[in-house]
């Protein structure tokens, strides 16, 4: 009787344990299956044939006439987290689909730039072949540039040790197959823990976006432009220095210089012919704004930029090292307060801060060391919160 008590307990556990691993890797596969069906296609102008031809053609699987050729090795089907220079196969099918009378056969017949010549040597493209990649290409276009796909670990550990935790709970009270209950206490103290710090990690992150650096609709580099090139920042964010808004380039300022730098040495052709088609077609390119303040609090670049000194890298890090640009720091209100604790204002730099005539007089005569921005009101409600 003892044994088969025994038995039930390893069964039992081994239960929790597969009931984990199941649980875990659903989580997992559903976080990776991509949308519908990738065969669907458009009623009529291809056949799911078609499709499936143009996709080997692009990932190399089979040969054009004019050899073998791993288009997808470039033109890569789906999103990196890094920069990818050469056009994706989303951004192809973009093209295509923006210009009905667009032509791969044409563009590879007769290509323009260094980077079109020399990446595409050799590469010849038959009208049925054409076929076939359109035909790929639509059902990119259909299904987006995709998400990237990262293995939802927090998440993992989350549900399982939620299930550890119900399990354990279950045997204490009801089954009672394992006896010794120090290992119930273990499972409950543990999950709790880890629970409550997400918890509370989570909440403290609500509507935070700490890291945030979406693709941008042109492969804009900062670290080319402001590194590289040694741009001044406000060359483009021309009104951060009497505006509260540090503002973003228009299409002209772009122009000053890409109406004769024609190609990038990264990029070729692709990118910067996208402020060209945007200013021809006299649409604003649609820049993903990245930093974001909640509408309850306000903030002016001036009052920082001119009147307080502060370098741009303070508050956004090093943007002059980012090829996608990325929000680096909280943008919390601790985080503007611990700054404004910290930082002296220096008053003999700016005439702007007569205003604070008393104060300014003492820092004058040597009465006070320095004053803080905090000092000048930068812990005050109302300056942040109108
Ligand atoms: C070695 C990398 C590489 C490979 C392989 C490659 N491409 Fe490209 N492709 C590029 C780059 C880079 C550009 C952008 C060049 C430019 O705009 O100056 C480009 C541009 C293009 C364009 C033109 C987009 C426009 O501006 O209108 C088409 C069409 C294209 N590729 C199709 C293909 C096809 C089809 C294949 C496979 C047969 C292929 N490419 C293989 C790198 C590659
Ligand atoms: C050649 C023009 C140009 C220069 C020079 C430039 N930027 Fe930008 N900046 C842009 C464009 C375009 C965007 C929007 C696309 C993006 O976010 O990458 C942008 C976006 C930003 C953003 C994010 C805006 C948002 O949406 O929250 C910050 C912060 C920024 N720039 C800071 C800087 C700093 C700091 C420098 C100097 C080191 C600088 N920029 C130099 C053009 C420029
Ligand atoms: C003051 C001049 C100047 C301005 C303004 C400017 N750029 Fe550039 N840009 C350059 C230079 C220089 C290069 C490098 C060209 C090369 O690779 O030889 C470049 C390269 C690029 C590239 C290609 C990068 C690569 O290596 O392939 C893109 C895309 C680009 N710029 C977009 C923009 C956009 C969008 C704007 C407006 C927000 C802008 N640029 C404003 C000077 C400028
Ligand atoms: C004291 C911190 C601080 C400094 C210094 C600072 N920024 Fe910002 N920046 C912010 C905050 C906070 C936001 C978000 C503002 C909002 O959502 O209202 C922001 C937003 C932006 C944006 C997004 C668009 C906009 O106009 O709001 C750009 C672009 C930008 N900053 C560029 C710059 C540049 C360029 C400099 C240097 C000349 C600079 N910033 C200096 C904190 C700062
Ligand atoms: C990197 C340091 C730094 C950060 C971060 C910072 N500030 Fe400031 N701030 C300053 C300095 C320095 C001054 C003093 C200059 C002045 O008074 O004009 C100042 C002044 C101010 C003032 C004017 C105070 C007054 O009444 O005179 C306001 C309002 C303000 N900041 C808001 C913000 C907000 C909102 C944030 C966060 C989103 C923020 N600041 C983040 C450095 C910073
Ligand atoms: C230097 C600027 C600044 C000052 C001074 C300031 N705040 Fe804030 N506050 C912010 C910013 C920025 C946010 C939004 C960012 C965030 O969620 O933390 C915020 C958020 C808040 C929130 C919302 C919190 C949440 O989680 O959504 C409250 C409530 C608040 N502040 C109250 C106050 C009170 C009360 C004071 C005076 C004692 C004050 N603030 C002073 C900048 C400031």
Redesign the pocket.
């Known amino acids: 009787m003892k044994k088969t008590g025994k038995n039930k307990g390893q069964f039992f556990l081994s239960l929790c344990l597969l009931s984990v691993f199941v649980l875990t890797a659903f989580l997992t596969l559903s976080s990776f299956s991509g949308s519908a069906d990738p065969y669907d296609t458009e009623a009529g102008k291809y056949t799911r044939d078609d499709l499936r031809r143009g996709q080997r053609l692009f990932k190399g699987l089979m040969p054009f006439s004019s050899g073998l050729h791993d288009c997808a090795s470039c033109h890569y089907p789906s999103r990196t987290d890094t920069m990818n220079w050469n056009p994706s196969a989303h951004d192809l099918a973009m093209l295509w689909l923006e210009d009905d009378d667009y032509s791969i056969r044409e563009k590879l017949a007769m290509p323009i730039g260094t980077r079109m010549i020399e990446d595409h040597m050799g590469m010849s493209v038959t009208e049925q072949e054409e076929h076939y990649l359109e035909a790929y290409l639509m059902e990119v276009a259909r299904r987006g540039p995709g998400e990237l796909q990262a293995i939802p670990v927090n998440a993992m550990i989350f549900w399982g040790l939620g299930i550890l935790m119900a399990l354990a709970i279950i045997d204490l009270l009801v089954t009672k197959k394992i006896k010794t209950k120090v290992f119930h206490v273990l499972i409950l103290v543990v999950g709790l823990m880890v629970h409550m710090q997400y918890a509370v990690a989570e909440s403290r992150n609500?509507?935070?976006t700490e890291g945030y650096a979406p693709d941008q609709p042109i492969k804009f580099s900062h670290q080319i432009h402001s590194g590289q090139h040694e741009i001044d920042c406000q060359y483009c964010h021309t009104i951060s220095k009497f505006s509260p808004s540090a503002g973003i380039p228009s299409n002209n300022t772009c122009l000053n210089c890409h109406s004769v730098i024609r190609e990038g040495t990264n990029s070729g052709r692709f990118e910067i012919n996208k402020i060209h088609r945007a200013e021809a077609s006299g649409n604003a390119v649609s820049w993903i704004r990245v930093h974001k303040?909640?509408d309850?609090?306000v903030?002016s670049h001036a009052q920082h930029v001119n009147a307080g000194g502060v370098e741009c890298q303070d508050c956004h890090g090093p943007v002059e090292t980012m090829h996608i640009l990325m929000q680096t720091s909280?943008?919390?209100?601790?985080?503007?307060?611990t700054c404004?604790r910290d930082s002296n204002v220096d008053f003999s730099a700016n005439p702007y801060f007569q205003t604070y005539q008393r104060l300014y007089e003492k820092v004058l005569n040597g009465e006070l060391d320095a004053v803080t921005a905090a000092e000048l009101g930068?812990?005050?409600?109302?300056?942040?919160?109108h």
């Open positions: 609500l509507g935070r303040l909640p309850h609090s903030f909280d943008l919390s209100m601790g985080w503007c307060l404004h930068g812990e005050d409600c109302m300056s942040c919160h």
